[in-house]
């Protein structure tokens, strides 16, 4: 082996090992427990973040979370993704003329300040839609917002069931074939 080969390889060794290093110590989320947030200075998980367990053979799913916002300046949420879903939406509840509940997607959700943005069944949502997989109940999957002044943070979601008496189940009509 020639001195030249012998040297890339170390090369080759050493940033992968620069790689690994830095993929071991990111801080994500999901190595803590449920509820857990690696959130940016002044934002905070005020209610654990949770994924609801769709029935079987459905691939679209809502997740839930209430953010506190402690700073003086008002945020927003302007986009979402999850590994686990192929496209996040933020979405809103609204009331149609014929007084049936419809979701509708909307650009942004606001975080004021000094106050929260409440993400729950019925109301503001985040939409996960194309699951690549079934989840299991009780499972912790990571969904990271971004914010509009460019931050972000990642949050660990628990796949659970609608609280019984807590979270009534909401029949909505949707665009991607709920029920
Ligand atoms: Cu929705």
């Keep these: 082996m020639s001195g030249t080969r012998v040297f890339a390889r170390l090369l080759g060794a050493l ?3 620069l790689c690994l290093t830095s993929l071991l110590s990111a801080q994500h989320a999901t190595d803590q427990e449920p509820g857990a947030c690696v959130c940016p200075d002044g934002v905070t998980l005020a209610a654990p973040a949770w994924v609801r367990l769709p029935p079987p053979n459905l691939s679209v799913t809502a997740a839930y979370m209430t953010l506190g916002n402690s700073g003086d300046e ?5 986009a979402a993704e999850s590994p686990i879903a192929g496209t ?7 009331q149609d003329a014929a007084g049936v509940m419809r979701m509708r997607q909307v650009a942004s959700l606001p975080l004021p300040a000094g106050g929260s943005l409440a993400m729950e069944p019925g109301g503001l949502h985040l939409m996960l839609i194309g699951l690549h997989q079934p989840l299991a109940d009780g499972e912790i999957v990571p969904v990271t917002l971004h914010l509009g002044d460019g931050r972000s943070l990642e949050v660990a979601a628990e796949v659970r069931r609608a609280r019984p008496g807590r979270d009534h189940e909401v029949h909505h009509h949707h665009g991607h074939q709920h029920h």
């Design 88 to 94: 996040v939406e933020l979405h809103e509840h609204l």
């Design 15 to 17: 940033l992968l090992s």
């Design 74 to 78: 008002d945020l927003t949420v302007v």
